[in-house]
């Protein structure tokens, strides 16, 4: 049968469906291979269904979710789900709140809330941390360009092979230069104005106005400065230099404007609050970025000027590693701009200039980066397809794909690919006098350029710096989230023939026993309160009226789940039963405060084990029941079950029998 096949809107349609209607979407946003969407009410989602939608490639649950749809088709997908929306990328469809558990008697949310267990305790369990939240943050500055970068990246590594083999005279000029100029202006829609698109993005993800974003990233391109009197740098005296501040300070301008418009917004009356807010913050956050973060970097870039002359002048192995290594960094400021005068200037009185071969390197150090991600990660889909994209314009020169959409938001394979460019640059320091006739783009777009013959100087460099990001990437840059991800989707796929061949060897029924968690009087399902219990959506089960808070495990296993608001655990038995035993009625909504767990995901259980002590007056003066529910979730395991006693009972007493199937 051929497989179903939706027209755009229709897929859009389905995937509002499948997370709970149009109006549980707060935004919608895309990257190179998935619909971004932040959910208001995440129970709201059904992640089975958005699955089983044809043009569905995936879901994954994280701050937003992620629906995904694969290159080439996604941005449509997000195009017309914004479309029925009446919205644009990027902005508010909905602002309601999320839907309280205690009037859901759908039995969706609870259904959800076991599914998402797993994911859900395992992400309990990481500590937070600043630098993650800063990575997580530039990821999502990021990775919407992607598709830019690749595009414009590999016309410019086109332009940069040509144009550099017109300057080695391998070329006409007069035939090929108008096709050079235009992949040039084809190119710079997107470099020259990156700052600009980086401040849109940066107010998206900091939830500041994206055109005043706009606006606070081309402040560092001083347009309109008047020339004959430049604006001074308040540390030197020297002039301002466009661009000084780099991607990085148009990230924390935003920041800053962010939380300026923010302020002003809650202070400023709503009659004039459209003309105050962004007047002021632009004046204010454009103050402190000519006369603060500009002059900062300019300050550093005069202390990276010192410090290149030094190496410079230590000369050999050492100046091309420190140089190779430092270069990332120094784009990332905006620094690299001030290296131009020198390359000109060596070109000037020497000829050539040795310094960009060595500079070229950490181009390099970033292909082998990704490379060695492709290797370690090739599960994720995601990862693997950016690299594919962004890895030949790598290659030729153009290095912001890999570093945006890579190897920054991973954050260790930026610093392993800064040292594979290290590498290469002791290279091509120690072969000595490689050097370029011209400036322009690195990578293999520089080898027409390398002067006297020395071209096989710098490609042992290239070589050098590619094994040297792959090496370091490989053995010390893969992230541990990243391997998880990666040993779990392994694991996936070696234990599912496993467990099959398990289940084949044992034919015979077996029998698990239950007990009463607690002290009180166990109660069969059809009198809770609640119908999801009652009407048994979640499966066969039981549960006990507690009369004090020590809750026991009601079966021998592994404890396979632990919900963050620890009202929830879920245990699996040896032959395969999946239990859960759920503290309270609607207790999701008090956060986990009347929950004194005892016990840890992984950890193993018997009946005689305290899994958790519960203040169960804190429970019922949130007015909610203190039911404490024990069920088996996998009902199609089982071939038999008895509830062999009710009414009062000590905890640990034996009260239900379940026999498994062959």
């Given at each position: 049968?051929?497989?179903e096949?939706?027209?755009?809107?229709e897929?859009?349609?389905?995937i509002?469906?499948?997370?709970?209607?149009?109006?549980n979407?707060e935004?919608?946003?895309?990257?190179m291979?998935?619909?971004?969407m932040?959910?208001?009410?995440?129970?709201?989602?059904?992640?089975?269904?958005?699955?089983?939608?044809?043009g569905?490639?995936?879901?994954?649950?994280?701050?937003?979710?992620?629906?995904?749809?694969?290159p080439?088709?996604?941005?449509?997908?997000a195009?017309?789900?914004?479309?029925?929306?009446?919205?644009?990328?990027?902005e508010?469809?909905s602002?309601?709140?999320?839907?309280?558990?205690?009037?859901d008697?759908?039995?969706?949310?609870?259904?959800?809330?076991?599914?998402?267990?797993?994911?859900?305790?395992?992400?309990?369990?990481q500590?937070?941390?600043?630098?993650?939240?800063?990575?997580?943050?530039i990821?999502?500055?990021?990775?919407?360009?992607?598709?830019?970068f690749?595009?414009?990246?590999?016309?410019?590594?086109?332009?940069?092979?040509?144009?550099?083999?017109?300057?080695?005279?391998?070329?006409?000029?007069?035939?090929?230069?108008?096709?050079?100029?235009?992949?040039?202006?084809l190119?710079?829609?997107?470099?020259?104005?990156?700052?600009?698109y980086t401040?849109?993005?940066a107010a998206?993800?900091?939830?500041?106005?994206?055109?005043?974003?706009?606006?606070?990233?081309?402040?560092?391109?001083?347009?309109?400065?008047?020339?004959?009197?430049?604006?001074?740098n308040?540390?030197?005296?020297?002039?301002?230099?466009?661009?000084?501040?780099?991607?990085?300070?148009?990230?924390?301008?935003?920041?800053?404007?962010?939380?300026?418009?923010?302020?002003?917004?809650?202070?400023?009356p709503?009659?004039v609050?459209i003309?105050?807010?962004?007047?002021l913050?632009?004046?204010?956050?454009?103050?402190?970025?000519?006369?603060?973060?500009?002059?900062?970097?300019?300050?550093?870039?005069?202390?990276?000027?010192?410090?290149?002359?030094?190496v410079?002048?230590?000369?050999?192995?050492?100046?091309?590693?420190v140089l190779?290594?430092l270069?990332?960094p120094?784009?990332?400021?905006?620094?690299?701009?001030?290296?131009?005068?020198?390359?000109?200037?060596?070109?000037?009185?020497?000829?050539?200039?040795?310094?960009?071969?060595?500079?070229?390197?950490?181009?390099?150090?970033?292909?082998?980066?990704?490379?060695a991600?492709?290797?370690?990660?090739?599960?994720?889909?995601?990862?693997?397809?950016?690299i594919k994209?962004?890895?030949p314009?790598?290659?030729?020169?153009?290095g912001?794909?890999?570093?945006?959409?890579?190897?920054?938001?991973l954050?260790?394979?930026?610093?392993?690919?800064?040292?594979?460019?290290?590498?290469?640059?002791a290279?091509?320091?120690?072969?000595?006098n490689?050097?370029?006739i011209?400036?322009?783009p690195?990578?293999?777009?520089?080898?027409?350029?390398?002067?006297?013959?020395?071209?096989?100087?710098?490609?042992?460099?290239?070589?050098a710096?590619?094994a040297?990001?792959?090496?370091?990437t490989f053995?010390?840059?893969?992230?541990?989230?990243?391997l998880e991800?990666?040993?779990?989707?392994?694991?996936?796929?070696?234990?599912?023939?496993?467990?099959?061949?398990?289940?084949?060897t044992?034919?015979?029924?077996?029998?698990i026993?239950?007990?009463?968690?607690?002290?009180?009087?166990?109660?069969?399902?059809?009198?809770a309160?609640?119908?999801v219990?009652?009407?048994k959506?979640?499966?066969?089960g039981y549960?006990?009226?507690?009369?004090?808070g020590?809750i026991?495990?009601?079966?021998?296993?592994?404890v396979?789940?632990?919900?963050?608001t620890?009202?929830a655990i879920?245990?699996?038995?040896?032959?395969?039963?999946?239990?859960?035993?759920?503290?309270?009625?609607?207790?999701?909504?008090?956060?986990?405060?009347?929950?004194?767990?005892?016990?840890?995901?992984?950890?193993?259980?018997?009946?005689?084990?305290?899994?958790?002590?519960v203040?169960?007056?804190?429970?019922?003066?949130?007015?909610?029941?203190t039911?404490?529910?024990?069920?088996?979730?996998?009902?199609?395991?089982?071939?038999?079950?008895?509830?062999?006693?009710?009414?009062?009972?000590?905890?640990?007493?034996q009260?239900?029998?379940?026999e498994t199937?062959?």
């Open positions: 049968m051929a497989k096949e939706l027209t755009l809107e897929l859009a349609s389905r509002y469906a499948g997370v709970g209607g149009m109006n979407v935004s919608i946003v895309h990257c291979t998935r619909v971004r932040k959910i208001i009410d995440d129970a709201s989602v059904d992640v089975d269904e958005l699955k089983a939608i044809p569905v490639l995936g879901v994954v649950e994280d701050e937003q979710l992620q629906v995904i749809i694969g080439g088709k996604v941005n449509k997908v195009q017309a789900m914004v479309d029925q929306a009446g919205v644009k990328l990027g508010k469809i602002s309601g709140t999320p839907k309280s558990t205690s009037t008697t759908s039995g969706k949310a609870l259904v959800n809330e076991r599914a998402q267990a797993m994911k859900a305790a395992q992400k309990s369990k500590k937070p941390s600043k630098i993650k939240s800063i990575l997580k943050d990821s999502n500055i990021f990775v919407p360009m992607i598709p830019a690749v595009g414009t990246g590999i016309v410019a590594g086109i332009a940069a092979v040509l144009a550099n083999l017109v300057t080695a005279g391998t070329l006409d000029a007069a035939t090929w230069q108008q096709y050079i100029d235009i992949m040039n202006i190119k710079n829609g997107m470099f020259s104005y990156l700052v600009i401040g849109i993005n998206q993800v900091f939830g500041a106005t994206p055109t005043l974003g706009g606006v606070i990233g081309a402040v560092v391109m001083l347009t309109g400065m008047n020339p004959e009197a430049p604006l001074k308040l540390f030197t005296g020297d002039p301002l230099a466009a661009g000084q501040g780099g991607i990085l300070g148009v990230i924390f301008a935003v920041w800053l404007l962010s939380i300026v418009e923010k302020k002003l917004h809650k202070v400023v709503d009659s609050d003309i105050v807010t962004p007047t913050s632009l004046i204010v956050i454009g103050l402190v970025e000519i006369f603060l973060i500009m002059p900062l970097a300019g300050f550093i870039s005069d202390g990276m000027v010192g410090g290149i002359n030094w410079l002048g230590v000369g050999g192995a050492f100046s091309g590693f190779g290594t270069f990332l120094m784009v990332m400021f905006g620094l690299h701009q001030i290296l131009t005068p020198i390359h000109v200037q060596m070109i000037d009185e020497t000829g050539k200039t040795l310094l960009l071969p060595i500079l070229a390197m950490a181009g390099a150090g970033q292909v082998g980066a990704a490379l991600l492709w290797v370690r990660c090739k599960k994720d889909k995601e990862l693997t397809e950016m994209g962004a890895l314009v790598g290659i030729l020169g153009i912001e794909p890999l570093i945006y959409g890579v190897t920054l938001p954050g260790r394979p930026f610093i392993t690919a800064c040292i594979g460019g290290g590498i290469g640059g290279v091509i320091g120690m072969i000595g490689v050097g370029a011209a400036i322009g690195s990578g293999a777009a520089l080898i027409p350029l390398i002067s006297d013959g020395k071209w096989y100087g710098y490609v042992l460099g290239l070589l710096a590619y040297g990001g792959f090496v370091a053995f010390f840059g893969i992230p541990k989230e990243q991800k990666e040993a779990l989707a392994e694991e996936t796929i070696i234990n599912e023939p496993v467990a099959s061949t398990v289940a084949a044992n034919m015979g029924t077996s029998e026993t239950l007990t009463a968690v607690a002290d009180g009087t166990v109660e069969p399902l059809e009198n309160s609640d119908p219990f009652s009407q959506m979640m499966g066969e549960f006990v009226e507690p009369v004090n020590q026991y495990s009601p079966v021998t296993g592994k396979s789940s632990v919900f963050p620890k009202h879920g245990i699996t038995t040896a032959n395969g039963l999946e239990i859960l035993l759920h503290m309270g009625i609607n207790t999701v909504d008090l956060g986990g405060k009347p929950f004194d767990l005892k016990v840890v995901e992984g950890q193993q259980v018997t009946s005689d084990t305290l899994v958790a002590d203040d169960l007056a804190a429970i019922k003066s949130a007015g909610k029941e039911s404490m529910m024990v069920l088996v979730t996998n009902m199609d395991r089982v071939a038999n079950f008895v509830l062999e006693k009710t009414g009062k009972a000590k905890a640990k007493t009260v239900m029998d379940v199937k062959a």
